[in-house]
């Protein structure tokens, strides 16, 4: 039987030397490989000069040792007593994210969790919830629309419910420099929050 290659003792074969195919002259092979293997494996475990020292740790404390290793490595990579810098970039993709309109406007998917600002274009314009068929929002989308445009503002649905909180149905009216909130509660459903009247 060929003599395994090791370097650490984990490396090793332990069903090498098998027995009868094994010849005895290669005994002190075997041997010299286990000699070097642990060696290797605790040869750190020596006193001043290169002197032995026994080990007399127990299989806790080592592992204790290896865990407290660990963590300096990790201390020494990372500095955790600094507080981190957040970039400005990240603020601002924590912030809602702003969707100018200055006419009639349709949401669209990516409108979901944005300000619908209503920046221009005086009165009489709609902003319109498309049907879920069309455009399928996911339950619990909020949707918040600013009216600064100058006049009443109509907010609509298509085929699907619109309900005011404290009952009502169907399109409303924004004044203007009024805010209203978009949330849609159920496939078909969304409610609407705010100053508003019935269109």
């Not at 094994?22 to 642990?38: F, N, P, Y």
Request: charged share 15%; hydrophobic share 35%.
């Amino acid at each position: 039987m060929p003599l395994e290659s090791a370097t650490y003792i984990p490396e090793l074969t332990n069903t090498n030397p098998v027995g009868a195919s094994d010849q005895k002259s290669e005994g002190d092979d075997h041997l010299r490989l286990i000699k070097k293997t642990i060696l290797n494996t605790f040869g750190a475990f020596v006193g001043t000069a290169g002197t032995p020292k026994s080990i007399t740790l127990t299989e806790d404390e080592l592992n204790d040792c290896a865990q407290k290793s660990a963590a300096a490595t990790i201390s020494a990579l990372y500095d955790f007593t600094t507080q981190p810098t957040i970039s400005s970039d990240l603020v601002a993709r924590e912030n809602v994210r702003r969707n100018a309109q200055n006419g009639n406007y349709t949401l669209v998917l990516g409108d979901a969790g944005k300000l619908i600002h209503k920046i221009s274009g005086g009165g009489g314009e709609t902003i319109t919830i498309p049907a879920n068929a069309s455009v399928a929002f996911p339950i619990g989308t909020v949707i918040t629309i600013v009216n600064a445009g100058g006049g009443n503002l109509t907010v609509a649905i298509t085929t699907d419910t619109m309900r005011i909180d404290g009952g009502g149905t169907g399109s409303r009216t924004l004044a203007d420099d009024g805010v209203a909130t978009l949330i849609k509660v159920n496939t078909t459903l969304w409610f609407i929050l705010g100053g508003l009247s019935l269109s």
